[in-house]
């Protein structure tokens, strides 16, 4: 059964930046599009990011633009966030997701496959 294992987060200061990974195992998906969603304390689930299969097309949450950047890499069967010049309102659990059924999707219910997630901090 395949599987996502996202890694990478960690405690950070408001300005500093956190390279966050998600590696597949089990099965190859790369005919997948794949994003990322954060949760943060007493909010919902919300969509970060998003990337095509191929990594030709990507999809930015406003709040992220022009300071987190997604990525894939199909060989290595990984994709990837770098996330630059974080603020406090950043905090939360980062998840990564697959789905091959809604190709370019924001909402989280159309995703099947998901990382366990990795918490990301940024104090002020």
């Known amino acids: 059964q395949g599987q996502l294992v996202d890694s990478g987060g960690g405690s950070v200061e408001t300005g500093a930046s956190l390279s966050l990974s998600c590696a597949a195992s089990?099965?190859?998906?790369?005919?997948?599009?794949m994003a990322w969603f954060r949760q943060a304390p007493g909010k919902e689930r919300e969509f970060v990011a998003g990337?095509?299969?191929?990594?030709?097309?990507?999809d930015y949450a406003d709040s992220v633009k022009g300071r987190f950047t997604i990525s894939r890499d199909n060989a290595k069967n990984t994709m990837y966030l770098q996330m630059n010049s974080l603020k406090p309102e950043d905090t939360g659990i980062y998840y990564c997701?697959?789905?091959?059924?809604?190709?370019?999707?924001?909402?989280?219910?159309?995703?099947?496959?998901w990382g366990q997630g990795t918490q990301v901090t940024v104090s002020s």
């Open positions: 089990g099965r190859v998906f790369t005919g997948y599009d």
């Open positions: 997701a697959a789905t091959t059924n809604y190709r370019g999707s924001r909402i989280s219910e159309d995703y099947g496959y």
């Open positions: 990337i095509s299969w191929n990594g030709g097309i990507t």
